[in-house]
Every structure is written in C-alpha cells, then in structure tokens.
C-alpha cells in the first residue's frame, strides 16, 4: 500500500511557505519545504517527491532552472508553479516542460490543491525510480558512497560513518535519514567531542528531577529527542569506556535508563556513528570496547577524502557558491574558469569544510561578480610577489625556500618524484605544478 504523497514545497517568503506545507498536510500529502533552490535540488535527490511546488523567483536561481535540473535527474515530475510576476512565453515553457499549472500570486490554494491532485492522479502506481543525478558526488568514489546509504537506508541496522574530519560526514548520515522510511521524523546530532565528561550520560539519555544535584526539573537527552528519527552520534571514539557499556545496551536492547528514572524506556530511533578515528585501532589500544565495536559495525561505509575524489571539486564548489551566495544575499557571483581548473592544484587538508570556507571567504570579499584563483586562495598574494609591478622581497623569499626544499626531497628521493612528494607532504601534482612555476620541470 502507497504511503502520501511527497510534495517538494520551494518558497523563500517566510509566510506562504509554511502556509502552503501546512495546508498540504491537511490535505493528505506529504510536504517539505525549501527556501532557495540549491536547498530545493538537495531535499529533491535525496527524497524523491511525486510532485513539485515551485515559486519562479528564488533567491538563488529561477524555479524554471530548478525544475529543468530536477527532471534532468529525476525524470518526468508534475509541477505546479507560483508567481507575483506573470510571463507568457515563460509559462508557455513550464507546460512544455511538463509543469501541471501557472499560478499568479496571490496564490489561490484550493486551486493549488485541486492542479497538485489531478496530476498526481495522472501518474501512474509504479515504484520510484532512483535519482540519475548524483547527491554526495560525481566521482565514482562517492557514486560507490551514495549506492552503499541507499542500501542502509532500507534496513533497520547501525551505520558507522569513517573519513577524515570535514570530509561530510553528517552530510552522508543526514542523507540517510532523507532517504530512509524515518524521513519524516526528527534528526538529531550530537558531537561526542564536544560535550563535558561530566555531563556527558546526562546529555545522552537525559535525567529526571532530582537525579543530582543542581537536577531543578526533567531533562530530555537526545536519545529520547531522535523519537523515531535518527540519531547521529559523531567522534563516537571520543565516548568514556563506562558510558560505552551504557551505549552497547542502548543498542543489544533497544533501551535506556534516564538518569533517576525508575524504569526503562524504548529506543526506536535509527544509529548512525561517525569518527575519524579508527576504531580497530582504538580497540586494540583498550580505549575502545571490542563487543560495542562489533554491535556498531553492521554496515560500515568510508567517506574518501577529497584530495582523493578531485572530479569532485567542481560539482562541490558550483554547489557551496550557490549556498553562499544565497545566505549573504549579495548578488550573483560566478567562478572563472581559472579558479576552477586551480582547485585540483590544492590538497585540501580541511577537506569539504576547507573548500566551504574558502568559497564563503571569496563570495564575501571578491570585488566583482567573477571569482578567480586569488579569492580562493589569498595567500598567493604573497608567493607571486604581493600583487605589485614586481616580485616583492619577500615573495622572492619564500620562492627560494620553496625551491630549495624540492631540490631537498629529490635528492633524498633519488629523483623520484612521487617518493619527494610524500616527503613534502603534497601531492604529485601539486609538486610539478611548484616545480613548473620555478622552472625546475626540466631539470
């Protein structure tokens, strides 16, 4: 038996939106709203709605755009649109396009309803076709990614989510979430590092008034909060041995016991954990205890790091530029071409929150609507002379140290170039790319 319908809600105004999801509900369907587009094409891949309700002028890029990617990825969709502005031979489009309706703000809702019914009613009873497009990346490292999650997010069983820090970890769990039968209830993280050692049980599975000194009322941990949904518990290696025991109950029994309370309550969120340790290490050093490892470890999915997946910078940065420049609201920015063709140049330590940053940094000080390689990278101000008419003294500096440390790691290397990378702490082509700008590539 079919469960309601899932309708995409995209509208920025802060009243109608909730207004429409409300009243979708009411109806029946299942809505979720997005305020920009870019928020629009990620609910999108990872839901999967039956259907798409659209105002034309987002923050971001145009509802005729979001649609045109949607059914790029997802196949015919029934669409309804909205808009304050009305434009024929752009409404002409939308119907071409497949768009079930055109409506002219303000929005006539039981209208609305009776378009959105109809053409739900036209599709036919057949189960959802995957997304084509890619969610996480468009490298085959985390398409292998992507097609592990969806597999998890079919069963009821612990995921323990791997990768250096930044790579986008609670990205990949909320993902699942969105994909998983638990969508529509809560998700809830909660960064293990993070919380003080003293507080930590009380955090995790609450306590009731009077538990301990200073317990003036009941408090709700985030087990409890996660409900039905998912529950992310991220740098799960960080947790003390004593509370580790507690956690494998929580997992072997489906329960857990407040602190104060009397008796035990159910747990039926879904576990995912997330670490950049490793935790087979973590085991046999004893700081890790072997029987939870094993209990946590039913589907284990790495998270590659980026200077691992590079045909994933492009796809990545497009995406951040759009997020940036819709939450700064500073008008329409675009990368040169140069800027793109130099991310590969990087090795991305910070991996997917690095590039986050940098693209925020660049969209919040480029002097213009063209972004080129020294917005993203600022610091080649100084190895490329300051900018001025000539190199400065100390950008001259820092190329001679630069060179003479690579003459260094080749000659410990014996010329071998990738052996002098590793010693240097860069990648290959990061090495060569230094090597051409000095002109050592020929020695």
């Known amino acids: 038996m079919s469960g309601p319908k899932v309708v995409l809600v995209v509208e920025d105004d802060p009243v109608l939106g909730p207004a429409l999801v409300q009243r979708l509900r009411l109806e029946g369907f299942r809505p979720r709203l997005a305020a920009t587009g870019a928020a629009a094409l990620r609910e999108a891949t990872a839901l999967r709605p039956d259907a798409v309700v659209s105002d034309i002028r987002l923050p ?17 969709l029934p669409a309804v649109f909205m808009t304050a502005f009305g434009d024929v031979a752009q409404a002409v489009r939308l119907v071409r396009s497949g768009a079930r309706d055109y409506l002219t703000k303000p929005v006539d809702v039981d209208r609305l309803v009776d378009a959105l019914t109809a053409a739900l009613a036209e599709v036919p009873a057949a189960p959802k076709v995957e997304a084509a497009g890619p969610v996480l990346g468009v490298s085959r490292a985390m398409r292998e990614v992507e097609a592990l999650i969806r597999k998890a997010a079919r069963v009821d069983a612990p995921v ?15 993902f699942l979430h969105a994909a998983s039968a638990r969508a529509d209830a809560p998700f809830v993280a909660l960064n293990c590092a993070a919380i003080p050692r003293d507080l930590a049980e009380s955090t995790l599975f609450g306590h009731e008034r009077g538990a301990f000194t200073g317990a003036t009322g009941r408090q709700v941990g985030v087990v409890e909060r996660a409900g039905a949904g998912t529950l992310l518990l991220d740098e799960i290696a960080e947790l003390s041995l004593d509370l580790q025991a507690k956690l494998l109950r929580l997992v ?57 997946r ?17 939450r700064f609201g500073l008008g329409p920015r675009r990368f040169a071409p140069a800027a793109l063709a130099c991310l590969a140049d990087h090795d991305w330590p910070g991996n997917v929150r690095e590039l986050r940053n940098r693209i925020e940094r660049a969209v919040a000080l480029a002097d ?30 820092i190329g001679g140290a630069t060179r003479d440390a690579i003459a260094e ?17 860069i990648s290959r082509t990061t090495l060569w790319k230094r090597m051409r700008e000095l002109g050592m590539a020929a020695d």
């Open 409 to 425: 790691a080749l000659r410990q290397a014996g010329a071998n170039r990738a052996e002098a990378a590793r010693r240097l702490g």
């Open 160 to 174: 323990v989510l791997t990768g250096e820090t930044g790579v986008g970890k609670e990205v990949a769990a909320r």
């Open 252 to 308: 072997q029994e489906r329960s857990y016991l407040p602190l104060g309370a009397a008796a035990e309550r159910p747990f039926a969120a879904g576990l995912v954990c997330a670490t950049h340790a490793d935790l087979a290490a973590r085991v046999r050093a004893g700081s890790f205890r072997e029987d939870l490892y094993y209990r946590l470890h039913v589907i284990p999915v790495e998270v590659p790091p980026l200077r691992r």
């Open 310 to 326: 590079t045909e994933d910078l492009p796809w990545l940065a497009e995406r951040l530029l759009a997020e940036a420049v819709a």
């Open 60 to 76: 971001d890029m145009s509802g005729e755009a979001v649609y045109q990617r949607l059914v790029a990825e997802l196949g015919a």
């Open 368 to 397: 213009g609507e063209e972004i080129g390689p020294v917005d993203l990278f600022p610091e080649r101000r100084l190895e490329e002379g300051g900018g001025g008419a000539g190199p400065s003294r100390l950008g001259a500096a």
